[in-house]
């Protein structure tokens, strides 16, 4: 199984702030792996530190095969690993239709292009013309989704893309999440939503404190422990 992301022994701040102590985690092709853990924990830094928005201090990054010695927003993407970032950021003064192109930017080949995320996200065609912001929180999560795709990702990193969404557009999105994943995009889904977990995920990591915790595989036994890493 090739290795599409791999953090080893990673550290990473804000500034001073030390946030990741010797963090490790890896991805392979057809992974899905839940990333859990309490409010600022530093699920959201691991996501950063790819993109270079937190500094790499200790360890290293591996995207593919190759090592990344310094992060940039734009690497990851060019080489397969593509972001919904956690509260979606959809820019404002762009159309539907336009936030989907910014995702196409890496000039990725592959399947997913306008027709394709059209066809999974029929809504995303029917308000193509208008503002992003202007959607629903479930329709701009959509669309995050759907930007991620169109840079034709091996990989995509979900940052607690259900948060504050009402239950019915979870399932449609685990629904979705699914069929993405059966079509042999990896993902790596950052959540807080066990019930999501359970039906998308295979394998979990739980941090604590900036690092792992513990990890496992995702099934009726591991129910109870994932609930422990993520109750307050
Ligand atoms: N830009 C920043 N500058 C300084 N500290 C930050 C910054 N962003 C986050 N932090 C701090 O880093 C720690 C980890 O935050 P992070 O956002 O990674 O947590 P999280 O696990 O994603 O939390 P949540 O579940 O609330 O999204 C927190 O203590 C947070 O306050
Ligand atoms: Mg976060």
């Known amino acids: 199984m090739s290795t599409l992301l791999a953090l080893e022994d990673v550290d990473a701040f804000y500034g001073s ?15 899905r792996l839940a990333l859990i853990g309490r409010n600022g924990v530093g699920k959201t830094t691991v996501v950063n530190t790819v993109l270079g928005l937190a500094s790499l201090r200790g360890g290293t990054v591996n995207v593919g095969n190759r090592m990344v010695a310094r ?4 690497i990851a993407p060019k080489a397969g690993v593509a972001v919904v970032p956690q509260g979606r950021r959809i820019v404002a003064n762009l159309s539907v239709e ?13 399947p997913w292009n306008l027709p394709a995320v059209y066809e999974l996200f029929p809504i995303l065609q029917e308000r193509a013309y208008t503002p992003g912001v202007a959607l629903s929180g479930g329709q701009q999560q959509m669309l995050a989704i759907g930007r991620a795709l169109m840079a034709n990702p091996s990989l995509i990193l979900l940052d607690e893309p259900t948060e504050g969404l009402a239950p019915v557009i979870v ?20 959540e807080q939503n066990m019930s999501l977990v359970m039906r998308v995920a295979q394998r979990y990591c739980a941090m604590a404190k900036g690092s ?16 422990q890493h993520v109750m307050v």
């Open 98 to 110: 336009e936030n989907l192109l910014l995702g196409a930017a890496t000039r990725r080949k592959g």
């Open 212 to 227: 792992i915790v513990a990890q496992g595989d995702v099934d009726a036994a591991s129910l109870e422990t994932l609930h």
């Open 171 to 190: 399932d449609q999105l685990a629904v979705v999440f699914n069929k993405v994943a059966a079509q042999g995009i990896s993902l790596l889904l950052i």
């Open 17 to 31: 702030a030390h946030i990741l102590h010797k963090l490790s985690l890896s991805i392979g092709e057809g992974d």
């Open 71 to 74: 992060p940039r927003p734009y």
